[in-house]
């Protein structure tokens, strides 16, 4: 991933409408699932705002979330932020190092970034307890791919039916799943149009005003709590570790 990514969040990623909307949706999977966690990673955790989120939102303790992230640039601004983490060599999950088997290991738009996921999904129970789960975050819609994808290095965009099938591939036992952002995909199908055609600059994200921001956040926020439409632009899915 290229480093003005990192930049980028490390910006926006503690208070912009979409990382909101996203870590309380993904919060509230996991604590659903694990009412009290003894330990929670998040794996790839970028600069750190899910485990911020967590922390700080979700009555967890720093000693209760442990970061993990392959980039040295990402890393050292969650450190800085005072958040635990630990560095992991690139496309090596299973050398992950934590303390003990989490009881819910989470993956915030980090399965899209790798070639072979579902060998990647079964590395990954060996990091999490008999019993235990991962909370997932992937961009949807094959038709919703640009150039923003390419630059991020995404390999894929998913929809429901495909991130439960590498799931079950992975050794997973799918418990929910459901796209976020659905008001969002026609918009979104307008933007990779224009981005594919050169139109459009790839700029991830479009910065709005404090007032739009909170909007934003509340609008999505309700669509979360009503039942799944059949599209959006991420897919959010919670599975057991049987």
């Known amino acids: 991933m290229q480093p003005v990514h990192y930049d980028e969040l490390a910006d926006l990623d503690l208070h912009y409408w979409w990382f909101r909307v996203r870590f309380n949706y993904a919060s509230r999977l996991l604590l659903g699932a694990v009412a009290k ?3 929670v990673v998040d794996l790839g ?26 980039d040295e640039r990402a890393a050292s601004v969650a450190s800085r932020r005072g958040l635990p983490i630990r560095q992991m060599a690139p496309d090596d999950i299973a050398l992950a190092q934590i303390p003990q088997p989490a009881d819910v290991i989470c993956l915030l738009d980090v399965l899209e970034h790798i070639e072979d996921a579902p060998a990647a999904l079964q590395q990954i129970r060996k990091l999490v307890r008999p019993g235990g789960y991962i909370v997932i975050l992937v961009p949807a819609l094959t038709a919703l791919w640009s150039e923003w994808d390419v630059r991020l290095g995404h390999k894929r965009r998913y929809s429901r039916a495909t991130l439960e099938a590498q799931l079950i591939e992975g050794g997973w036992e799918p418990i929910r799943s459901r ?7 026609i918009p979104g199908l307008v933007r990779a149009k224009l ?5 459009l600059s790839a700029t991830e994200f479009p910065r709005v005003s404090p007032l739009l921001n909170r909007v934003l956040t509340r609008i999505f926020e309700i669509e979360t709590r009503f039942p799944s439409l059949p599209f959006g632009t991420s897919v959010a899915a919670l599975a057991r570790n049987n």
């Open 37 to 39: 966690p003894d330990l």
């Open 195 to 199: 981005i594919n055609s050169n139109s």
């Open 45 to 70: 955790c970028g600069t750190g705002g899910f485990l911020h989120h967590l922390t700080q939102f979700a009555g967890l303790l720093p000693s209760q979330v442990l970061g993990i992230e392959p």
């Open 179 to 185: 796209y976020l952002f659905s008001a969002m995909t």
